[in-house]
């Protein structure tokens, strides 16, 4: 985030320009933040699915968009002024990789009315638990419609 934050043409131009390069990135995005049980990121994400998000990064050149938009969020003042909280009822997943949301800090800013922790799954959970993830989304949308 912090290289992408304040350097995104640098590692855009890296990424685009190697395959092997936008591979070694995302592969160790993948192995950093999936379920930390797994010693390895095919052993949380079917490499095949995970070959693929990565072929569409590659196919598409979005390595420049994404790094980009931190870039923007960095350098965006109204990014960080005061807000007040908002109304919208919101659903939190929270998945066991360290992706730690502390409920508290999440209730300054946002209507919490569906709150979930889960032991498995990680940073990317449609990709490693999608049952959890699919399951906590209809809750948290059921608890809308009553």
Same mark, same amino acid.
């Given at each position: 985030?912090?290289?992408?934050?304040?350097?995104?043409?640098?590692?855009?131009? #890296? %990424?685009? /320009?190697?395959?092997?390069?936008? %591979?070694?990135?995302? $592969?160790?995005?993948?192995?950093?933040?999936? +379920?930390? =049980?797994?010693?390895?990121?095919? +052993?949380? !994400?079917?490499? @095949?699915?995970?070959? *693929?998000?990565?072929?569409?990064?590659?196919?598409? @050149?979005? #390595?420049? =968009? $994404?790094?980009?938009? &931190? &870039?923007?969020?960095?350098? @965006? #003042? =109204?990014?960080?002024?005061?807000?007040?909280?908002?109304? !919208?009822?919101?659903? !939190?997943? $929270?998945?066991?990789?360290? @992706?730690? #949301?502390?409920?508290?800090?999440?209730?300054?800013?946002?209507?919490?009315?569906?709150?979930?922790?889960? &032991?498995?799954?990680?940073?990317?959970?449609?990709?490693?638990?999608? /049952?959890? %993830?699919?399951? +906590?989304?209809? *809750?948290?949308?059921?608890?809308?419609?009553?």
């Amino acid at each position: 985030m912090q290289l992408q934050g304040t350097r995104p043409q640098t590692l855009a131009h #890296a %990424l685009t /320009d190697s395959p092997a390069g936008q %591979l070694a990135w995302i $592969v160790e995005k993948f192995k950093e933040w999936t +379920d930390a =049980s797994k010693e390895l990121p095919e +052993d949380a !994400v079917d490499r @095949d699915r995970m070959l *693929a998000n990565i072929s569409i990064y590659w196919f598409t @050149d979005t #390595a420049r =968009s $994404v790094a980009n938009s &931190y &870039y923007e969020r960095f350098h @965006d #003042a =109204s990014m960080w002024a005061p807000k007040p909280p908002a109304t !919208v009822p919101t659903g !939190v997943a $929270v998945f066991a990789t360290g @992706d730690f #949301a502390i409920r508290r800090f999440a209730e300054k800013a946002h209507n919490i009315t569906h709150w979930s922790e889960f &032991y498995r799954g990680g940073h990317f959970p449609a990709l490693e638990a999608p /049952d959890l %993830l699919t399951g +906590d989304i209809r *809750a948290f949308f059921t608890t809308l419609t009553s």
